[in-house]
């Protein structure tokens, strides 16, 4: 079973980056984080029962994962977080290369955590079923969300948010 | 800006750079741990913390006991009340250092995330009433056990008066009030401290709801 789970992560490393970078952008605990995502998917992976394709369970663990660290967040009084209202999208200035990556992670960072897991998958063109069955909510309203949120996010993209 | 663009700018920003990934040796070896660095840190301290505590309250058990029960000492309410006020100070600190560790290891990482938040947000209620009962039933025991003093005179507790220079029965009531308000003081107090966690849970919940 090591095997195997060690396979499928080391071609799905990726998700876990993503993942990291929109809910823990700039955070200086963010390998921390990925690492511990690593651990809960390991310790999570005996409930994966092959009902769906491993990248759906990985995003439903790391996602769980990720907001219940942000969550927890306030009985863990050392860790420090910088607020999303330092960030000035339409001011932020970067390298070339990287501007529209940073950009768009900074836009993203301005959503509430359910917000960015539903841009997430639906950036990583999960469909609406799939969005459904790692969210929990229908698939009819998971199209609402997604418009809703993408309506957000040109809005900060274009304009900047403060 | 276009909505369509989002998905190439995404794919575009994901297409040339790639994060340094974990190799074989590196995933077991994360593998074997229970939590990462930084977790594992702040675990450790609440775990010292309710370590500390328990042993502290432990000691402080085994002193009361030998001195009321194998010295047979016998202390007047006055005298009684700083250890009386010590001991629920060390029974609180134990506790809620507890009821923290115990809400930062619950998980359900399994579930969809509107199913892992509802069943969180159960797990830190039920955590919460059995903490609030285990103190209404300890301090209201405590308390109906001073009254049930007063009315047998057991340990000469019925000699208090208004007029008694060193214990008064109004000293006595306050104490038994003091001791009736601990729970719903404690309960103010998890309400402060986990007030956050439950309103990020509500807003997840409601996020996730289809209205």
């Known amino acids: ?47 994966f029962k092959n009902q769906s394709a491993f990248s759906t369970w990985l995003y439903r663990v790391a996602l769980n994962t990720a907001i219940d660290i942000i969550r927890k967040q306030s009985l863990l009084p050392k860790h420090t977080w910088l607020s999303k209202t330092e960030y000035n999208i339409a001011e932020y200035k970067s390298n070339d290369e990287s501007e529209n990556k940073d950009k768009l992670y900074l836009a993203i960072n301005l959503l509430s955590d ?23 909510i229908s698939e009819n309203y998971a199209g609402v969300r997604i418009n809703r949120i993408k309506t957000q996010l040109i809005k900060i993209l274009n304009h900047g948010q403060k | 800006m276009d909505k369509n663009d989002l998905k190439s700018m ?15 040796e590196s995933l077991e070896k994360t593998m074997a741990l ?22 502290i309250f432990l000691i402080y058990v085994g002193l009361i006991i030998y001195a009321f029960v194998y010295l047979r000492l016998n202390l007047s309410v006055n005298s009684l009340v700083p250890f009386a006020l010590a001991g629920i100070f060390l029974l609180i ?31 830190l209620k039920r ?10 039933v300890i301090f209201y025991l405590f308390a109906i056990l001073i009254i049930y003093n007063y009315l047998t005179d057991i340990g000469g507790v019925k ?15 306050t104490i038994i009030l ?7 003081f404690i309960k103010y107090l998890n309400n402060r401290r986990y007030k956050k966690l439950f309103s990020d849970l509500n807003e997840s919940v409601r996020q996730l709801s289809d209205q």
Request: net charge positive; charged share 25%; glycine share 2%.
């Open chain 1, 1 to 47: 079973m090591e095997k195997e789970f060690i396979e499928l992560i080391k071609r799905h490393q990726g998700i876990l980056h993503k993942i990291c970078n929109v809910y823990f952008l700039r955070d200086p605990y963010k390998e921390d984080y990925y690492q511990e995502m690593l651990i809960r998917l390991w310790k999570s992976y005996p409930g």
């Open chain 1, 114 to 136: 359910i917000e960015k897991a539903i841009i997430i998958l639906y950036l990583e063109d999960f469909n609406y079923r799939e969005i459904a069955e790692i969210t929990g």
């Open chain 2, 10 to 24: 995404w794919r575009d920003a994901h297409y040339t750079k790639s994060e340094s990934n974990f190799s074989k």
């Open chain 2, 34 to 55: 229970k939590h990462s660095k930084a977790i594992s840190k702040s675990l450790l301290d609440v775990k010292i913390k309710v370590l500390l505590y328990a042993l």
């Open chain 2, 93 to 123: 600190s134990a506790t809620s250092e507890i009821v923290r560790l115990l809400v930062l290891t619950k998980t359900a990482d399994n579930l969809s995330l509107k199913d892992s938040s509802l069943v969180f947000y159960k797990k």
């Open chain 2, 127 to 136: 955590i919460k009433t059995t903490d609030f009962i285990i103190y209404l």
């Open chain 2, 159 to 173: 000699n208090l008066s208004w007029h008694n220079e060193i214990v008064s029965l109004p000293l006595l009531g």
């Open chain 2, 178 to 184: 003091m001791l009736l308000s601990v729970p719903w």
